[in-house]
């Protein structure tokens, strides 16, 4: 009975399909973080994400800059400008795609199309059609071996 946990409990490790996001803030634009992407951890949300804010006088004085993983962004992969300040949003959902200094350039950035109504297909995610084992033909199996053992 044990071994049957024991199984099934990596069975649940190796089913979770988590991304890979770079973490770190800088509020320089010599920090590591901007210059070498921070540091790599598991994300159990939808995006990696980058947020940099900057002066628009003196131009690309970095005020802020974050890297992260979010649920749902405030915005994705577009700038926002003010009166004072120039801010970028980048949000992508593959393994370590929020990369680069964080300014939005022509074709940098692969759109994400949002439509209402729609199905969204996120690159990267997965399907149903992967190539891990189904486990919902393993369990059942476990539970009729280990009934059939007693």
């Known amino acids: 009975m044990i071994i049957s946990f024991i199984i099934l409990g990596f069975l649940g490790i190796n089913s979770a399909n988590g991304l890979i996001c770079y973490y770190c803030t800088a509020a320089s634009a010599y920090d590591s973080c901007i210059l070498d992407n921070g540091v790599a951890s598991g994300c159990d949300m939808t995006y990696c994400t980058i947020f940099r804010r900057e002066l628009i006088d003196p131009p690309h004085t970095l005020v802020q800059f974050q890297r992260t993983c979010q649920e ?13 300040h120039r801010t970028f949003y980048h949000a992508c959902a593959t393994d370590l795609c929020n990369t680069g200094e964080g300014r939005l350039q022509p074709n940098s950035i692969k759109p994400i199309k949002v439509e209402p109504g729609k199905v969204l297909m996120v690159p ?3 399907s149903m059609a992967s190539s ?9 199996s476990l539970l009729l071996v280990n009934l059939s053992a007693r």
């Not at 749902?72 to 004072?84: F, G, K, L, M, R």
């Not at 891990?132 to 059942?140: G, H, N, Q």
């Open 72 to 84: 749902t962004p405030q915005y994705i992969n577009v700038e926002v400008n003010d009166s004072t």
């Open 132 to 140: 891990d084992f189904p486990s919902y033909i393993l369990v059942p």
């Open 124 to 126: 990267g995610i997965g």
